[in-house]
């Protein structure tokens, strides 16, 4: 993201990204156990955190928990997600192009082109079937706590959609505290349903622990006796506003003291003596706009050291809730036999609504607004593009964005009984982990027929035999994987990537908006060095297999004066 020019408008018309109210392979694999040796699920999944966030994968923030599955399992360095939150999730839970499955586009950034059309119901539609709903029918109990954000209205809630108990936030984002929405757009409170019916919220109890607690309810080894779980924990850490209890916070204030140059240096120093980047990889250039740490007036470093330890603050305090959801398992006899991944679902977010023009609505709705009070119960706290830089570290670009920095996520799985602990580089993409689930439970995807309705296959590869070490390759020369949103494009083909920013952009200030870029992601994960110029055949190739999955999946584009920041300002 080089030529990304950062404008306020800009963070203004991103900010919306997860707060709204809903806010052609068939997989057929071998099922990977019988009914009888089947593990156990758990899925954590985290919010708008960049890849380099986890101590396993760079970060200097405490997470013992996560980086103990990371010592015991698996880590991917090349796993890839969606842009976004909701279509990152509708891809997840079906292994369906989010142009099939009903998030095209987010429900509240739809065009006028879009409205309406298949593909583009803005929830998660009726043309596919989950696969939790494909884990429960092969025996599986389903359990999820935490965020939702496929569908708030009642037959498109998650009871609805395979998982026997639920306790979730229906939208995409607000309070960590309460039922405080997100934003002016929302209107009103935060939703939350158990089993498919809403309820109060509890006020006061921290978003992590309250989930955790509700998944520790679900997992009750007497009722799990005689079936396995997959059990989906969907937290808000670390979407904004980022929030901790103040010691968790305080922990972190001299540790970000240091600055995001210093910091960001620190990541990618860790990550080289990690084995995930290079002795000799480069750190980018500071993300345009972003001034040199030291150029800050003093009260300036207070400040944004502040946000940063909230946000540092927030991710340490999840950490200790899923060590607690751990715990539980390993105190009831349940946690050698349970598959636990970690994982993220977009990169990090550099929009501030709180910032600007939102100001006014977030200093009522969120009135701690003191410096030594940011990240507290009560403030709404958002970092921007310098520590979005820090978080996303040698990655380019942001969430929202087809780069790197929006779809590369830390990606980790354990379970020793079947997957050797290391480190791979394979290209992954969200939708393999959909067909993995289902080899694990041992359930087939329906094809085209799911109990009499139509539905669409699945497009996806399971990486168990990756895993248990039957190949080494996940991909092959004749996969291609296409990927939109925003009008935000990619193809990915071995290690190459050709990707394309919306043509929208150009107004603010991405000079080759519209245009395609290439690179080697092998020897480029930065996205440094566009490769277009030197190879255009391969480009050419690329760009033409980009149109077969545009067209085939129903991709509606977005027009060359798409503005978020109207759409989102008329009420649509
Ligand atoms: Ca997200």
Redesign the pocket.
């Known amino acids: 993201m080089r030529h990304l020019v950062v404008i306020a408008s800009l963070f203004a018309m991103l900010i919306s990204?997860?707060v709204a109210e809903e806010a052609d392979t068939t997989a057929t694999s071998t099922p990977a156990a019988t009914p009888e040796t089947r593990p156990n699920i758990l899925l954590i999944i985290g919010?708008?955190m960049g890849f380099s966030d986890v101590g396993a994968f760079g970060s200097e923030v405490a997470t013992p928990n996560i980086d103990a599955l990371a010592s015991e399992g698996l880590s991917f360095t090349n796993f890839h997600v969606g842009a976004?939150?909701s279509p990152?999730r509708s891809l997840l839970l079906t292994g369906v192009d989010n142009h099939r499955n009903g998030l095209g586009n987010m429900h509240e950034f739809l065009t006028d082109e879009q409205r309406g059309q298949p593909g583009y119901e803005g929830y998660l539609n009726k043309d596919v079937v989950t696969v939790v709903q494909l884990m429960r029918d092969v025996g599986y109990s389903t359990y999820m706590a935490g965020k939702w954000h496929l569908g708030a209205d009642e037959g498109y809630r998650p009871h609805d959609r395979g998982f026997d108990q639920t306790y979730s936030l229906l939208q995409?984002a607000g309070s960590n505290y309460g039922s405080t929405s997100a934003g002016e757009g929302e209107g009103s409170d935060l939703t939350f349903t158990s089993n498919g019916a809403i309820v109060d919220r509890p006020e006061g109890i921290h978003s992590n622990e309250l989930y955790a607690d509700k998944l520790i309810g679900f997992l009750d080894p007497e009722q799990n006796a005689d079936k396995p779980f997959f059990a989906y924990l969907s937290l808000q850490t670390a979407?904004w506003p980022h929030q901790a209890p103040r010691n968790y916070i305080d922990k972190y204030r001299d540790v970000y003291s240091a600055g995001w140059d210093v910091i960001r240096e620190q990541r990618i120093e860790k990550m080289k003596s990690l084995g995930i980047l290079s002795a000799d990889h480069p750190v980018s250039p500071r993300f345009p706009g972003v001034p040199p740490w030291d150029t800050l007036p003093p009260e300036a470093k207070v400040a944004q050291a502040n946000t940063m330890a909230a946000y540092g603050g927030m991710i340490d305090h999840m950490d200790v809730h899923i060590g607690r959801v751990i715990d539980h398992l390993k105190e009831t006899g349940q946690y050698d036999n349970t598959i636990i991944i970690y994982m993220?679902?977009?990169g990090p977010?550099w929009s501030q609504p709180n910032v600007g023009a939102g100001e006014p609505w977030y200093n009522a709705n969120y009135p701690k607004t003191a410096v030594e009070d940011i990240g507290v119960r009560g403030s709404f706290s958002s970092y921007g593009p310098p520590w979005a830089q820090v978080t996303a570290a040698h990655l380019n670009g942001f969430?929202t964005f087809s780069t790197e920095g929006g779809l590369r996520v830390p990606f980790i799985i354990r379970y020793p009984e079947w997957i050797e602990s290391g480190q791979t580089d394979e290209f992954v993409f969200v939708t393999d982990l959909s067909a993995t689930l289902l080899e694990v439970a041992g359930a087939v995807h329906p094809g085209t027929s799911y109990k009499g309705r139509k539905v669409f296959p699945m497009n996806a590869k399971s990486i168990l035999p990756l895993m248990r070490g039957q190949t080494s390759s996940h991909r092959g020369a004749d996969d291609w994987l296409g990927y939109e949103l925003f009008g935000n494009s990619a193809i990915f083909h071995g290690d190459y990537k050709a990707l394309r920013l919306g043509a929208w952009l150009k107004s603010a200030g991405v000079e080759d908006a519209g245009e395609w870029r290439l690179y080697d992601l092998k020897s480029d994960p930065s996205e440094l060095f566009n490769l277009g110029e030197r190879e255009p055949e391969r480009l050419a190739e690329m760009v033409a297999k980009y149109a077969e999955y545009s067209e085939s999946m129903g991709v509606i584009d977005v027009p060359a004066d798409f503005d978020p920041v109207s759409i989102i300002a008329g009420g649509k």
Request: charged share 35%; with cysteine.
């Open positions: 990204g997860c919010d708008d976004t939150c990152t995409g979407h993220t679902d977009n977010d969430k």
